[in-house]
């Protein structure tokens, strides 16, 4: 899968705004076809951030959501303002 394909966007949503806040995550909807290996490979590369752990889920609509821990030497935060999520 071309590296460019995996993480589509992040999401805004109130619960994804609390997983920045409290938790030191933040949530991006990939393609259904990437496993967590591939995800973590393209955030760490595209965002200079270091990853500590992901969770994956399909929601009811079929998108794919990753829950992205990023690890306690980087921000959610500041990840999610350069983005232009919060």
Do not use: W
Request: aromatic residues 8%; neutral net charge; charged residues 35%.
């Amino acid at each position: 899968m071309e590296s460019n394909e995996v993480v589509k966007y992040p999401l805004l949503t109130e619960k994804a705004v609390n997983f920045i806040e409290k938790e030191n995550k933040i949530v991006f909807i990939v393609d259904n076809r990437a496993n967590k290996t591939e995800i973590k490979h393209q955030i760490e590369e595209l965002y200079n951030v270091k990853v500590e752990g992901i969770n994956t889920m399909v929601d009811f609509k079929g998108k794919k959501k990753a829950y992205v821990k990023i690890a306690p030497e980087f921000s959610a935060e500041d990840l999610a303002s350069r983005l232009g999520v919060i």
